[in-house]
């Protein structure tokens, strides 16, 4: 009975968020022609109800047509396609094309801004953008250097901007923009920076600011209600965003915000996750250092946290919180709840309550992590909540100076922000996984603004005793809290997968393959390598009647910051270049799209 | 009774090239299944006895594997094929790429050079580089900082390299390199910093010098013997090299030679075009300019001149003489002719015959061509191979500081580098064409080493009173003098051209697609539109059976510098950027190859 149990569900959040959501935005996302959000939907699903291709029929599947985007380095995110336009951006330098699907791509308008290169040095983890929202017939564009630009989305004229950060202390920008009801919601990157991390609303009609909602700080600041926001249940009581840090260490303490965002206009909440506290060196910042790695739940009209979930206190390993809330209405002993659940860095599948803030389970979602031994699931225990930290890869117990060996999973995580995609027909999660084990020698750093702020050496390396390989694709069940199957990959899967009604799910690989796999069994029923890297998001719309899938190659981000940064020192690039060094056998630098679809 | 002639004239000349030329290099290429020169063959007919992929088939065509260079800005030329490895080269910084066909593009090896990027600003008309070759187990690449080096085919090692010329005075380089016997065959660039053009021959073993060919000098400079090269039939005689320059002119003299070489076995001649004299003010060089613009054919032992033809004499329009020589021996009044077959920038083909020298045909290939009424042939007459020139186009007869206006062609011609090919099965030549007229305002300009030395302001348009595109893709009968059928574009064919035993012929437009027609009619039979515009040259190979398409996109050279080089305003680029500014509606900078075949 799952087809009947997701109709009414779906219906359920539909019906719902098209009263309270962007109503512009949410009826264009109600189109599955469209692509008309980053992440497919308020819900973060990456679902689409398009199945002309299919299980049977993926095999035949073709290029269509292509672009070249004229930038090289990095390209995360996708295009968004909104009635016969498709809008393509770039990393820095930030360019966004509007394409004529009408015409195979002929370009109605091109913005380029104008930015200061000084940016790319403060970007931690290449000159990634995870692309631009729409909303309203505006298209909205959040530069690296924190410039947040309304665009005319027919004309590309912009209509207004303001500036969110200060590049010059070390606030950059890689994520996209939320719209929710009149509100563009954004975040802030630069937790290797000391950045202290928050999320900002400006209105969408002038950009005016809104209200913005520090992770750290005075209640003020962060938004918090001592008696009314909750963390597990319990009032978070006042204070709570700098009565765990060692004097004013939360100034500079990170917590940046630099992920996916989601929403849930039932409960007209949105949902965000915060990064690492600052320095990587967790002796200089003693205390759980909240609200650092913690799952938000916020009011979009004033930021107001109604719940909170800290993750890992007091990080020791940089697994930043960042990654997707995935928001779905599933069946946990008969009855139908509210669920959100998060694939974090640290190697934990989070399935909560979204409403409640209830933790209902977390699992390893790769059996490699070791760092710990599990979370604490006993509400009446002092460490309710808690991972247990196996003192052996404790980068604090260990000390400053002492490399800390064997520590899985490295830095990176065992996800990164390359999302996961939820199919309602299967009720799996499709996860893009890293395989990946670290070293990791903290150090004392001094804090100079705008300068590195990080505070370890760390060398990374393919999971040991396991197949060889740094990744892994899966599906996983949130309820079980289970890998349902895992295919092995030679790298990281760094790019974000789709779920289709056509049970076939696709992803791409840092060699530059698409993917597509049986949403079932994960048997791969395609290949196709496509010109650079995939770090991009695999995106599927219908044109004049025919299905198209589409995803953006250009090798880069994190894991492929060698190549992108012309780096070779296996240290550089934050630990990252040794581990995929081989990378260079497989691809070169790119930035372009392929779009696919069956032939005639 | 063609395909007879054909085989016959095929047997001729590879049973002959077989014993002079390089006998690996020409073992390589009498294999169809490889590309194992940049021409396809030695007589720069570009044509493949491939025939897997034809008229009936063509349209179904896919793309089989893409590969992203890594690089910006144009992609000339094309990869070669040898064994089971593609070698693909890129625009400045040369980047080349051994890939294994066996694992769809895996890179087997990668030659990074460093070239000192202050040769960017003294290459006229975009970074491009024509190619890289192969003999004798070595790849041949010559930089645009004109270093030749030479790689170990099989581990990318660099065996030894030489400069050929300095960029601090203009000299560079973008041309591909011919290897010929025991020698690598070289051109120089510059003609627009007053280089004088030279054509250097190296030894394959070791790179050192075995000769070199100015195109301007005294007679030791030009390897002319007074007695024995001849001009039209006739001895040259002494100083021919300097006696038509006004005082030391032609130590800046331009004639360079950046453009396709040819090798005639059993004639045992190369033959390749000099460019434009320098400057682009005619007034500023009186005299015919020898041997500027001129057609030549030299021993490839000793550098020797044996006969050369000089097209434009006194250029007053950039007309460079610099593209492909066509070699075929095709039938004229009963007798198989060793014909040679080029389409110069002036708008006229011509046909000679490639051991003597005698000029058979010439003819406007463009109808728009109005600079000249056509050129003398009467053997008897004073102005015997010269072109009659208009006198309302002459930009020297109009004087310094006046605008010519409507001149056609405009200074990229009629037909630039990009190379046509010829199908022994049609003997029809398949011609990319530029349909572009100029203003052409002359000034006068002085000297100075490595800074342009231009003299002439230019804008270019579309031919007037035509279809209002910037080219056609023609048919050509080189004995008749006459178009057979032509495909009007809105830009122009700055793409190579490829033929086929199965009656195909391919290019790709400065758009984007691949378009291949069929070689009788034209009729267009497929088109696809890859990453970038295209200026690659398209080639063909089998690999494990099948039949491989392959074109490098990436937009730019002259046609593209607008966008190559982020040039607006419509005179820079050498007037070039105002006629080709709604490229940027089509296409941004690229660099991918795109490879098809047939579904299996
Ligand atoms: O702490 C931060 O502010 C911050 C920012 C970013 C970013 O904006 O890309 C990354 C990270 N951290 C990070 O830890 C990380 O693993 C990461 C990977 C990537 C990427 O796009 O591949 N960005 C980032
Ligand atoms: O005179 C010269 O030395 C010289 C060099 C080049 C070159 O090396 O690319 C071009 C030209 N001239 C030229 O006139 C021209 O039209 C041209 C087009 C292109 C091109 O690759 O698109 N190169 C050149």
Request: proline letters at 6%.
């Amino acid at each position: 009975m799952k087809s009947l149990k997701y109709l009414t569900s779906v219906l359920a959040i539909c019906s719902a968020t098209g009263a309270l959501a962007n109503a512009d935005l949410q009826s264009q996302i109600d189109n599955p022609a469209q692509w008309a959000i980053q992440t497919g939907d308020y819900e973060n699903q990456r679902y689409s109800e398009l199945a002309q291709i299919n299980a049977d029929n993926v095999g035949d599947m073709q290029v269509a047509w292509t672009f070249s985007t004229g930038v090289l380095r990095g390209h995360e995110g996708s295009p968004l396609v909104v009635g016969d336009v498709m809008y393509v951006h770039t990393p820095f330098p930030n360019t966004v094309y509007a394409l004529d699907l009408t015409q195979e791509g002929k370009i109605i308008w091109k913005y380029e801004p104008k930015q200061d290169p000084n940016v790319i040095p403060v970007m931690c983890c290449d000159t990634v953008n995870r692309g631009v929202a729409y909303a309203d017939g505006k298209i909205f564009l959040h530069q690296a250097d924190t410039t947040v630009v309304a665009l005319d989305a027919n004309t590309g004229e912009a209509l207004w901007s303001v500036k969110n950060g200060d590049p010059s202390k070390g606030e950059t920008n890689t994520a996209t923009v939320m719209p929710v009801k009149d509100k563009v919601i954004v975040g802030i990157s630069g937790g290797e920076f000391g950045v202290r991390g928050s999320v900002t609303a400006y209105n969408m009609e002038d950009g005016s600011l809104a209200w913005r909602a520090y992770s750290m700080g005075p209640d003020s600041d962060i938004l918090f209600d001592p008696d009314t926001t909750t963390h597990l249940g319990q009032p978070v009581g006042a204070d709570s965003g700098t009565n765990t840090w060692e004097g004013d260490q939360w100034m500079i303490g990170g917590g940046t915000t630099w992920g996916w965002y989601s929403y849930d206009a039932e409960a007209d909440l949105i949902y965000y996750g915060t990064g690492n506290p600052s320095t990587w060196n967790p002796a200089q910042r003693p205390g759980d250092n909240r609200w650092s790695m913690t799952i938000m739940a916020r009011d979009p009209d004033d930021g107001m946290a109604k719940w909170v979930y800290q993750m890992t206190p007091h990080d020791e390993w940089d697994y930043d919180g960042i990654n997707e809330m995935i928001l779905t209405d599933q069946e946990i002993d008969g009855a139908i709840r509210p669920l959100l659940t998060h694939f974090d860095r640290n190697g934990l599948a989070y399935t909560l309550d979204r409403v409640t803030g209830e933790l209902i389970l977390a699992e390893k979602f790769d059996p490699a992590v070791n760092w710990t031994t599990g979370v604490d699931m006993d509400p009446n225990s002092e460490t309710y909540g808690r991972p247990a930290v196996v003192a052996a890869y404790s980068t604090e117990q260990n000390g400053e100076d002492v490399n800390s060996t064997g520590i899985c999973p490295a830095a990176l995580g065992s996800k990164d922000q390359q999302p996961a995609s939820y199919s309602p027909k299967t009720e799996l999660f499709y996860v893009p996984t890293n395989h990946v084990c670290m070293d990791y020698e903290p150090f004392r750093v001094s804090y100079t603004a705008g300068q590195p702020y990080v505070g370890a050496t760390l060398a990374m390396y393919p999971a040991p005793d396991s197949h060889g390989g740094m990744g892994n694709f899966i599906a996983w069940d949130n309820i079980a809290g289970e890998i349902k199957w895992s295919i092995p990959e030679q790298f990281s899967v760094w790019s974000g997968a789709l779920a289709t009604a056509g049970d076939v799910v696709f992803y791409g690989t840092l060699e530059g393959y698409l993917k597509a796999v049986s949403a079932d069994t994960g048997e791969e029923l395609y290949r196709f390598k496509t010109p650079s890297g995939i770090i991009g998001n695999v995106m599927t719309y219908e044109q004049a009647g025919k299905q198209y899938v589409a995803v953006l190659s250009g090798v880069g981000g994190w894991a492929g910051i060698g190549l992108a940064a012309g780096l070779t020192n296996p240290n550089d690039g934050l630990g990252a270049v040794g581990g995929y060094s081989a990378l260079s056998d497989y691809t070169a630098l790119g930035g372009q799209l392929t779009v696919f679809t069956l032939p005639d």
